[in-house]
């Protein structure tokens, strides 16, 4: 993540990941705008790119081939990424409502969220039929269709809904590469049967003749049935029915018809179309808010309207950075027009294409060939990303037009500050970020959040012992919320680790300088994130503290109840020879934050490395103590290496690693492997003195991950060996799905070095 010393003055907020709104980011992360912060909420981290999807579909790209990586992106760019879905707009106080997170506050917001299937028309569609989008539902139900027709021994009948442009090129693709797949395995591949429906009186409607034509007789030379004025009015599991009552056999309905807005827009306040999509000026400006822009097939340009095209979205991009930044400078926005014709390339799945400009057409290989040159030159603009404009170290100044009291904010947060407890967030900003909160209730809290004191006071129940813990760290992370769950979690897991129960927590947070809107929403996000994991833990949250600082940070000081009898606490001390070593999550979340830093990652190992931070050790911790752990520790800065020598040292006892046997997160190998550590990773490799044998595995692609500092790490425990398998089944029920047995405990050896690192 990037640092500004500049306050955060106007939030941009981006709904949605497509073509307009990648290309907004990219001219953000070539020009960024100071003072103004860039949000993306996506669901998906990785957004395809409509030119090449048939390409992907017929087999001649890979995933990564057609897909923008988003978070990659946003990096780039400056910006945060919240991955969650937008189910709503609260334009009054001027929020996204969201999924699965808190509002998150806009001043300017733009929607680029594209067109949503319209199945209501069809009965049984939303629940038989495959809509093309979105995107990634449809390439999960692709992949099972590939697997299917691998797996075949009967044919296949395989129905597409939609006559246009996609629904024929999707068609002939899949056509394709289920034929290739069948051929490959010396099946017949004419045991698949291909049929299109369209309710218009021809396929590509909107095409000149001799377009449609073309496809016409590309369509019977390649078997497909057509069939026009074929209005389907209902899916079934076995097959489909037309208007005209006529029954269709299918094993599979493809939808790429009937393109509308997402329901949630009806509620928004927003002028739509009859279609549900929004109606914009030519400034890209909503016709009902002129805070609100929209771009791509959810918008329609009420002076010019055009067919939903990608080719639209993606010139809409530049004119939409331009005006999004002129609205947040008060300055005026230029209108755009967009062309009345444009070029189309249609493939026939085959590397042959058909070009379609108003009258004109033409088709050939050659033009498969351009086509697939301009595509790769577009998605290259987002692989491979120019170095961002540099400025000076303490940045140009902002054009942000402010007045009143929120210029005198703005003043007040560049300005010399105060140390002490001047350095504190101000009473009221914090009070209201506080106020929405609902800290978990426990009986033992006598003095606690609920009635605000100079401390916190909490009774410690008779026969429990009081543990004790505290960690702290700056963010790494752009999305507060995500990051207060992490925090929330990593300080839990040193409790849960000693086999305890949590009690209270306080927190200790460091907040960058800013309007009084922007530092409260960001406390705000932020301790509502913490709060959905220690409420989860029944740990109450009693009090804290929170000041300004140039970067965000949090940490905790957790409290947890365990029972006086030391036989019920879990040490790192008490490993036995023989015992299996056991670690219930994968590791590498140190070199992954390192590369994504220089945007040396996919989206998707991120993904993976957060969704495995933000998971409890809490119920790990309960199954590793009834399996009968004799030493267990949670793994954090010190890495593998590290936290295993703290074990066996107390414990008098040496242990082996099993290098291959060790749980990974996707990526982290790639990373390491391309020289990208964590910065505390050198002073962990200085332990490498307690390794027997550095010499023999010390070129293993998993070497450096044993010196990876983890954050929110799983647990390590050693358990008796003839429990170990049923403790990894239970584990892995639970949700624990990498948890694996990694080595073994052994008495101590004559040697100095008490770790075995074998291949």
């Not at 021809?202 to 074929?230: D, I, K, M, W, Y």
């Not at 590498?588 to 933000?614: E, N, P, V, Y």
Request: net charge neutral; aromatic share 6%.
């Amino acid at each position: 993540m990037q640092h500004s010393s500049q306050p955060v003055l106007r939030d941009i907020v981006l709904v949605g990941g497509g073509h307009s709104h990648v290309g907004v980011l990219r001219r953000f992360g070539m020009k960024p705008a100071p003072g103004v912060r860039l949000t993306l909420i996506c669901r998906d981290t990785h957004t395809p790119y409509s030119g090449m999807l048939p390409g992907y579909v017929a087999g001649h790209y890979g995933y990564d081939d057609v897909h923008i990586d988003l978070r990659r992106l946003a990096e780039f760019a400056g910006a945060r990424f919240l991955s969650s879905e937008a189910v709503g707009l609260d334009r009054q106080a001027g929020q996204v409502l969201c999924s699965d997170r808190p509002p998150v506050p806009y001043d300017r917001l733009s929607i680029n969220i594209g067109s949503t299937p319209q199945l209501a028309g069809a009965s049984g569609a939303s629940d038989h039929a495959v809509a093309v989008k979105p995107i990634h539902r449809f390439n999960h139900r692709w992949l099972a269709l590939l697997e299917r027709v691998r797996s075949a021994t009967n044919g296949l009948r395989i129905a597409v809904v939609g006559g246009g442009a996609g629904g024929v090129e999707l068609l002939l693709a899949m056509q394709y590469r289920l034929r290739s797949e069948m051929q490959a395995r010396g099946q017949n591949p004419d045991r698949l049967q291909f049929a299109l429906f369209t309710r218009g009186q021809s396929v590509l409607p909107t095409h000149a003749a001799n377009v449609r034509q073309r496809f016409a007789r590309v369509l019977a030379e390649r078997g497909v049935a057509v069939h026009c004025n074929a209005e389907v009015t209902a899916v079934e599991a076995s097959g489909l029915q037309t208007r005209d009552g006529q029954q269709y056999p299918a094993d599979e309905v493809v939808w790429v018809t009937r393109a509308g807005g997402a329901p949630w827009l009806r509620d928004t306040g927003l002028a739509l179309d009859d279609n549900g999509f929004i109606q914009v000026t030519d400034t890209l400006q909503t016709v009902t808010d002129p805070a609100v822009f929209a771009a791509g097939d959810i918008a329609t340009m009420i002076n010019h309207p055009r067919e939903k095209a990608g080719v639209f979205a993606v010139r809409q991009g530049p004119p939409l950075a331009r005006n999004l930044r002129f609205s947040v400078e008060d300055r005026e926005p230029r209108p755009y027009r967009p062309q009345r014709r444009w070029l189309a390339l249609i493939s026939t799945g085959d590397r042959y294409a058909v070009a379609s400009r108003g009258a004109l057409g033409a088709e050939g290989r050659a033009l498969w060939h351009w086509k697939d040159w301009i595509d790769r030159r577009f998605m290259a603009r987002f692989s491979d990303l120019p170095p961002m404009e540099e400025s000076e170290s303490s940045g140009p100044r902002s054009r942000v037009a402010l007045e009143g009291e929120e210029a005198r904010q703005a003043l007040s947060a560049v300005a010399m500050r105060c140390g002490g407890c001047g350095a504190k967030v101000g009473a009221s900003t914090l009070s209201r970020a506080l106020g929405a909160l609902q800290p978990v209730e426990r009986d033992d809290v006598l003095i606690g959040l609920h009635a605000p004191d100079d401390a916190a006071v909490v009774r410690i129940p008779p026969g429990k012992a009081l543990v004790h813990t505290v960690d702290f760290f700056r963010a790494f992370v752009d999305d507060p919320y995500i990051f207060g769950q992490i925090a929330a979690n990593h300080a839990l897991g040193d409790i849960f680790a000693m086999g305890a129960e949590a009690q209270t927590a306080t927190a200790v947070a460091t907040v960058p300088q800013g309007l009084e809107a922007k530092v409260e929403d960001t406390v705000y996000q932020m301790m509502a994130g913490a709060l959905e994991i220690l409420n989860d833990a029944d740990c109450a949250l009693v009090g804290g503290h929170t000041g300004e600082g140039q970067e965000l940070a949090l940490g905790f000081a957790v409290n947890g109840l365990i029972d006086d009898r030391a036989e019920d606490i879990m040490r790192k001390s008490g490993m036995q020879p023989g015992d299996a070593l056991v670690l219930t999550k994968p590791i590498g979340t140190g070199t992954l934050f390192a590369a994504h830093a220089r945007l040396a990652t996919r989206g998707r190992w991120i993904d993976g490395a957060l969704q495995s931070m933000r998971q409890s050790n809490r119920q790990a911790a309960g199954c590793l103590h009834q399996q009968g752990a004799t030493a267990c520790t949670d793994l954090t800065g010190f890495g593998l290496l590290g936290h295993l020598v703290e074990m066996t040292r107390p414990s008098g006892v040496d242990a082996t690693l099993e290098l291959s046997s060790l749980p990974v997160l996707d990526g982290a190998e790639e990373t390491v492997a391309a020289g990208i550590l964590s910065s505390l990773q050198p002073a962990n490799v200085r332990l490498r003195r307690a390794i027997r044998n550095p010499g023999a595995v010390k070129d293993h692609p998993r070497y450096p991950l044993v010196f990876d500092p983890q954050t929110a790490g799983g647990l390590l425990a050693s358990i008796p060996a003839d429990r170990a398998d049923a403790c990894v089944r239970e584990l892995r029920s639970l949700g624990y799905p990498h948890t694996a047995v990694i080595g073994q405990v052994s008495a101590q050896g004559e040697g100095l070095e008490p770790i075995q690192l074998n291949p």
